[in-house]
C-alpha cells in the first residue's frame, strides 16, 4: 500500500512540473522590406532623377550632364537610332534617371511621351530600347447637367473635363446647334474615363449613353456596331434613328458662339449703306483647325482679294461649301475629302477685322442661311439591325433616365428666372 502512494505522489510531482508555464522569448520581427518599381524596375537602391526636357535640350546633353560622356553617349545613339529616335523628344515632357546609387552612374533613361506612353533606354550591361504603357483602367462616370450660361460652365462647375463636352459636340454635331444653346438645356451623360494606378486620371474615353435636352426637345443617342466587318460605330436615337446628317452644323470642332449671321439686309455704318452678309462668322483663335462639313471635292483652293485664302468645295449637284480668311489652306483643287477632314487653319487674311472662319453654304447655286436649311439625313440602319438595337439600349437607357440633375445647377436655373421676373 505505502508502494502504491509512492507510485501516486511520484506521479502527481511530475504532472505538476510538466503543466509549469514555460518562458517564451518573444521573436524579433524584421520588418518586411518594400519593393518599389518604377517603369519596370526595381529602385528601392537606385537614385530617381525626375526632370522635364527643356526647349533646346537635347537627349546627349541630358546624359552628359549626368556623369555619362560623349563617347558612350555616341555608342548609345547608334544602338538605338533604329528603335527610337532622340531627335522625338520634346521640351516640357518629363523624363527619369535611373542611376546606380553608390557609383552615380545612369542605368537606365525613360522618356514619357504622354501620361500612357513612355520610352525607355536601358543604358546597362547592353543597351537597348524598349516601348510600353502605363496599366491603365476604366472606370464608368455618370453626369448630368443644366445650362445656365454655357456647356463648358456646366462641366467645369462639376469639376468635369471639357473632353466630355468636346466628344458631345461631336456625336450631336448634325442635330444640336451647340452655339445656340438655351438657359435651362440639360443633359445627362454615361461615359468611361481611363485611370492609372486607379487615381490619376489620363482621359476621357467613348461615350456609352447620353441624353440632351435642347429646346425642350429630347435627343437620345446610343452607340452601336453597324457594320462589324469593318467596326463602324455610329449613334441613334430611341428610336433608330441617326443622329448623323450629311452635313455638319459648323466648320469648327467646337466654338462658343457665331460673331456674324447671315444677313441680306446688314448696315455697316462705315459704309453708311446696306451691304449683305452672306457668310455666317465662326470666330477662334489664329491656327484653330478648319474642317469640311460634308464628303466633297475641292474646287478652289487659292487667295483672292477680300476672301484672303479659301476653300471651296462641291458635295453633290446641290450643295457647295466655302471658307474665307484661312491662315493657311491644307488642301488642293481636286483632292476629295470627308467629313471632319482639316482643310485649313482660322486666320486674318482678306477683309476682316478679327480671326475667324466664314463659312458660306450654296444650294442649287444659290447662297442661302446653312442654319435655316433642312440639311439631309445619312443612311439609316438597316432595318434587320433595328430590333437588335432596341434590345440593347434597354438597361443603359432605364441607366440614364435614372440620373439626377444637379441640385445647385437647378437652383441658380430658378435664382435667374425669379431674377428676370423682378427685374
Known amino acids: 500500500m505505502k508502494n502504491l502512494y509512492y507510485i501516486l505522489f511520484i506521479l502527481l510531482i511530475s504532472y505538476s512540473c510538466s503543466?509549469?508555464?514555460?518562458?517564451?522569448?518573444?521573436?524579433?520581427?524584421?520588418?518586411?522590406k518594400i519593393i518599389k518599381k518604377e517603369f519596370g524596375y526595381v529602385v528601392n537602391d537606385l537614385k530617381v532623377l525626375k526632370d522635364t526636357i527643356k526647349n533646346g535640350q537635347s537627349f546627349g546633353e541630358i546624359l552628359n550632364e549626368n556623369n555619362v560622356s560623349f563617347n558612350k553617349i555616341y555608342h548609345i545613339n547608334e544602338a538605338i537610332k533604329d528603335s527610337f529616335d532622340v531627335r522625338t523628344l520634346r521640351a516640357g515632357k518629363p523624363y527619369t534617371i535611373l542611376c546606380n546609387d553608390s557609383l552615380g552612374e545612369p542605368e537606365a533613361?525613360?522618356?514619357?511621351?504622354?501620361?500612357?506612353?513612355?520610352v525607355v533606354v536601358n543604358l546597362k550591361d547592353s543597351i537597348y530600347v524598349k516601348k510600353a504603357k502605363e496599366q491603365v483602367t476604366v472606370k464608368e462616370?455618370?453626369?448630368?447637367?443644366?445650362?445656365?450660361?454655357?456647356?463648358?460652365?456646366?462641366l467645369d462647375e462639376q469639376g468635369v473635363s471639357i473632353m466630355v463636352g468636346l466628344n458631345l459636340s461631336d456625336i450631336y454635331a448634325w442635330s444640336i446647334d451647340f452655339f445656340r444653346l438655351q438657359k435651362g438645356d440639360r443633359f445627362k451623360v454615361i461615359y468611361e474615363e481611363r485611370f492609372i494606378n486607379d487615381s490619376v486620371s489620363v482621359g476621357v474615353g467613348k461615350i456609352?449613353?447620353?441624353?440632351?435636352?435642347?429646346?425642350?426637345r429630347p435627343f437620345y443617342a446610343f452607340p452601336f456596331v453597324t457594320d462589324s466587318t469593318k467596326g463602324v460605330t455610329d449613334y441613334y436615337d430611341d428610336k433608330a434613328k441617326t443622329l448623323r446628317k450629311a452635313f455638319l452644323k459648323?466648320?469648327?470642332?467646337?466654338?462658343?458662339?457665331?460673331?456674324?449671321?447671315?444677313?441680306?439686309?446688314?448696315?455697316?455704318?462705315?459704309?453708311g449703306r446696306i451691304k449683305p452678309h452672306r457668310g455666317t462668322d465662326f470666330p477662334a483663335a489664329i491656327g484653330t483647325p478648319i474642317i469640311s462639313t460634308a464628303n466633297g471635292t475641292v474646287i478652289e483652293s487659292t487667295y483672292r482679294g477680300g476672301n484672303g485664302n479659301f476653300v471651296k468645295i462641291r458635295h453633290n449637284s446641290t450643295y457647295m461649301t466655302q471658307y474665307l480668311?484661312?491662315?493657311?489652306?491644307?488642301?488642293?483643287?481636286?483632292?476629295?475629302?470627308?467629313?471632319?477632314?482639316?482643310?485649313?487653319?482660322?486666320?486674318?487674311?482678306?477683309?476682316?477685322?478679327g480671326p475667324h472662319v466664314c463659312y458660306r453654304f450654296w444650294k442649287n447655286g444659290e447662297q442661302v442661311d446653312p442654319l435655316k436649311q433642312k440639311l439631309p439625313e445619312a443612311k439609316p440602319m438597316d432595318s434587320l439591325l433595328v430590333p437588335r438595337?432596341?434590345?440593347?439600349?434597354?438597361?443603359?437607357?432605364?441607366?440614364?433616365?435614372?440620373?439626377?440633375?444637379?441640385?445647385?445647377?437647378?437652383?441658380?436655373?430658378?435664382?435667374?428666372?425669379?431674377?428676370?421676373?423682378v427685374n
Do not use: C
Not at 462616370?141 to 456646366?154: C, D, H, K, M
Open 19 to 32: 503543466t509549469k508555464t514555460k518562458k517564451v522569448v518573444p521573436q524579433k520581427v524584421v520588418p518586411r
Open 109 to 118: 533613361f525613360i522618356y514619357q511621351a504622354n501620361k500612357v506612353d513612355y
Open 141 to 154: 462616370r455618370e453626369l448630368a447637367g443644366v445650362i445656365t450660361s454655357s456647356l463648358s460652365n456646366a
Open 208 to 216: 456609352k449613353a447620353a441624353y440632351f435636352e435642347h429646346g425642350k
Open 250 to 271: 459648323a466648320p469648327l470642332k467646337f466654338s462658343t458662339r457665331i460673331s456674324s449671321r447671315y444677313n441680306l439686309k446688314r448696315f455697316i455704318k462705315f459704309y
Open 325 to 353: 480668311h484661312m491662315k493657311k489652306r491644307k488642301v488642293k483643287v481636286g483632292d476629295v475629302v470627308k467629313q471632319g477632314d482639316v482643310i485649313g487653319w482660322i486666320g486674318m487674311t482678306g477683309n476682316t477685322s
Open 389 to 421: 438595337y432596341l434590345k440593347s439600349i434597354v438597361d443603359i437607357k432605364k441607366q440614364l433616365d435614372a440620373i439626377n440633375y444637379p441640385k445647385a445647377q437647378l437652383d441658380k436655373l430658378i435664382a435667374k428666372d425669379t431674377t428676370a421676373i
